[in-house]
């Protein structure tokens, strides 16, 4: 089990802004591509965005020009700032890393974020 620690997400207006941070062991960090993905009741798991270990990003299309993926390789962490948000991307938000090469995806606790209309 790897211990990825999310934090930042809480109750914000439609049209606010929030900025989750996930944090990993330096012994996975570095050699892995970092993500964040959401998951609301009843649904599968989806992705939202993600990130190389030499900063290269992908997003799915329903965040795109919304919300941004960094990741800060001296303190282990990602960052997902979402901005404009709407009521649909309400959800339970999961950090997750794996290996380069590697086949085991590890997942954080979740990160509850409620977008009220």
Do not use: H
Request: net charge neutral; charged share 15%.
């Amino acid at each position: 089990q790897v211990p990825l620690v999310e934090s930042g997400g809480g109750l914000v207006q439609a049209g606010g802004s929030l900025r989750l941070s996930c944090t990993a062991p330096e012994t996975v960090f570095s050699l892995s591509t970092m993500g964040w993905y959401r998951q609301t009741p009843g649904s599968q798991r989806e992705l939202v965005a993600t990130v190389t270990n030499d900063g290269i990003t992908t997003y799915a299309d329903f965040v795109k020009g919304r919300f941004t993926i960094s990741r800060d390789n001296a303190y282990n962490t990602i960052y997902l700032e979402m901005s404009s948000l709407k009521p649909e991307d309400t959800a339970d938000y999961y950090c997750a890393a794996k290996r380069i090469g590697g086949v085991t995806t590890y997942w954080g606790k979740g990160t509850l974020v409620t977008v009220s209309s």
